[in-house]
Nanobody, 111 residues
Framework: QVQLVESGGDLVQAGGSLRLSCVAS????????MAWYRQAPGKQRELVAG???????VYADSVKGRFTISRNSANNMTHLQMNSLKPEDTAIYLC?????WGRGTQVTVSS
């Protein structure tokens, strides 16, 4: 089993910044792939940012240039730095690690 715990979600004004964190524990492997998804009310879950198996970061077009994903050397923690936030970024942000999911952290951006 793998446990994922997200943190850092908050209410912020448009143009502001937040930094999300996800800590993984349990039966984790250095080769696991971690990513951030988000789900807004009434919308499908979508990939925000993640790493390929080769370690290359990938981003949704809607967040390119504003969000940055990072991870520590042990690959048990990932962060999502979110700048220039927009109201349309409002969603629950979920961390994933291969087939496992965290419970999410709420990000609300007010206009």
């Amino acid at each position: 089993q793998v446990q994922l715990v997200e943190s850092g979600g908050d209410l912020v004004q448009a143009g502001g910044s937040l930094r999300l964190s996800c800590v993984a524990s349990g039966r984790i492997s250095a080769t696991d792939v971690m990513a951030w998804y988000r789900q807004a009310p009434g919308k499908q879950r979508e990939l925000v940012a993640g790493f390929t198996r080769s370690g290359r970061p990938v981003y949704a077009d809607s967040v390119k240039g504003r969000f940055t994903i990072s991870r520590n050397s042990a690959n048990n923690m990932t962060h999502l730095q979110m700048n220039s936030l927009k109201p349309e970024d409002t969603a629950i942000y979920l961390c994933s690690r291969d087939a496992y999911w965290g419970r999410g952290t709420q990000v609300t951006v007010s206009s």
